[in-house]
């Protein structure tokens, strides 16, 4: 049985004792904790930390937006399934559009959703009732990546899990979201994965999402963007853009919009003056030294990223909160390196200013490691929105 034991250290208020804790949960703490290479004392007031900071930022329903809704007209509606922190609905709204539903089932991402918007998200897509859903011209997802994702897959493997559509936990939600489009069949589909997504079981997987498409009636566009053309990181992503085939015939007018040059620069979004928790400890950055060194050694090729103040990032993962490795700033004056914060994290995915992080450092990490880089969205959203419009109003003079 693990045991954690009062140490001198601590501070009153913050003793912890575990004791007699079932196996499976004692042995999760100790993968964790090793995982961070942590000793138990530093893993035991990293979780107070985190405690505290949910507590702290405990924020009470309202319904005021942080996020205030664009001055545009409402020119189409549009659902904002698996919508994580509503990365698609800044980009639509920005175009016109207005929500009229929202799911997405992490309570932590629902209590940033809530504080943006103004609105509690319905919770697990699997429970809701095709039925209950408002009828709407554009259907947004970005369905989890994490079971197509090279990153997840390999985790997945290495643990002796499933992934792609055998993860029965989030890898055969598309059907769900396939059941929903049968019964509500939008005008048009937005949908975004990882670039993975195409070669996943040999392109399997692919198949049947472009076949399922397909049965339901709709044509579909299909291309992979590098964000690096908006914001100043490397981060790949599959854009499935699928038209009502009985609305829009065989031939929709449309293209994806071209990216912009690569401009972006790290430096344009880094902060003058970080808060010094974000420094990683002379224990920690040892450690990823040592990790990367045993990992050359074996041709592995494992390393933490120092970034290019005047470059661009590596991909940013919901993982990040564990040590930051992937993304390093270095620092002067002897110091060791530190992680990006919170809001850096929101503007490398191109979130404006406005979007407050009101959650842990922790759930902020998670939730922008996971949600879409806004003005990708809205750039291509924009010339999906521009076909619908033009076909709206074509079929409404007739």
Known sequence: MLSYSH???????KQLLVRN?????????????????????????????????????????????????????????FIDLFAGIGGFRIALEKLGGECVYTS???????????????????????????????????LAAGFPCQPFSLAGVSKKKSLGLEHGFKDKNQGNLFFYLATIIQAKKPSVLFLENVKNLQS?????????????????????????????????????????????????????????????????????ILEKKPDTKYTLTNHLWQYLQNYARRHREKGNGFGFGIADPNGITRTLSARYYKDGSEILIEQKEGKSPRRLTPQECAKLMGFPKECK???SD???????????????????AAQMVKTFLAKKAKRKAK
């Open 7 to 13: 140490s001198k250290n601590i501070d009153v208020n």
């Open 21 to 77: 804790i079932p196996t499976e949960v004692g042995d999760w703490i100790e993968q964790e904790r090793k995982q961070r290479n942590m000793s138990q004392q530093e893993f035991v007031l990293s979780m107070l930390k985190v405690a505290s900071e949910e507590k702290e930022k405990t924020l009470p329903f309202h319904t005021e937006r942080l996020f205030p809704k664009p001055n545009v007209p409402t020119t189409f509606t």
């Open 104 to 138: 997405e089932w992490d309570k932590y991402s629902q209590k940033t959703y809530k504080a943006w918007f103004g609105e509690m998200p319905a919770g697990d897509i699997r429970k809701v009732k095709p039925a209950d859903i408002p009828n709407h011209d554009v």
């Open 200 to 268: 996943h079981d040999g392109g399997k997987t692919w198949a049947v999402i472009m076949n399922t498409l397909k049965d339901l009636g709709y044509i579909t566009f299909t291309r992979v963007y590098d964000a690096a053309h908006w914001v100043p990181q490397h981060r790949e992503r599959i854009f499935i853009i699928a038209f009502k085939k009985s609305m829009f015939g065989d031939n929709p007018d449309f293209t994806f919009p071209e990216p912009p040059p690569l401009k972006s620069k790290l430096k344009e």
């Open 357 to 359: 992080v009101v959650v």
């Open 362 to 380: 922790t759930q902020a990490y998670r939730q922008f490691g996971n949600a879409v880089v806004v003005p990708a969205v809205e750039a291509t």
